[in-house]
């Protein structure tokens, strides 16, 4: 999705293990991001925090393993109503999760990028509409 959002808006990206905290996106995500117009080079991995959970009105998650993790991390019912699996928000019931390319090749790292650009405008028009 290379559509400006509106100001005020703010999308952020963090995982639920600090394994690979503060290093930069797989270069093979990089490369793909980059075939699109999009520089993600400069991102750095961080997990979720509590802060997060209070301060995003949203919070998608791209698997059902990351979804248990994010929902246990929520304090309250307020808090567990905003955690989503990305897909299903986006109204892609089919596909639950988002698969992971890492073991891939380029080719699945296109694949993803295709369904999260896919996913990403449908729930910026959800949005804002």
Known sequence: MKE???PGFVVDSVGTISMHEGEHP????IKT???????ISKQRSR?????DLENFDKIYC??????GD????????EQRQKIFLFLEAA????NA???DPYWGNMDDFEDVYQLLDEACNAIRNQILN
């Open 91 to 94: 109204g892609n019931h089919e």
């Open 33 to 39: 991001a980059a075939n699109h117009g999009i520089d």
């Open 4 to 6: 400006k959002l509106p």
């Open 70 to 77: 994010v929902i246990s991390k929520a304090k309250n019912e």
């Open 47 to 51: 997990p979720i925090t509590k802060a």
């Open 62 to 67: 791209m698997d059902i393993d990351i979804y």
């Open 26 to 29: 797989d270069k093979r995500a």
């Open 97 to 99: 999760e988002v698969p």
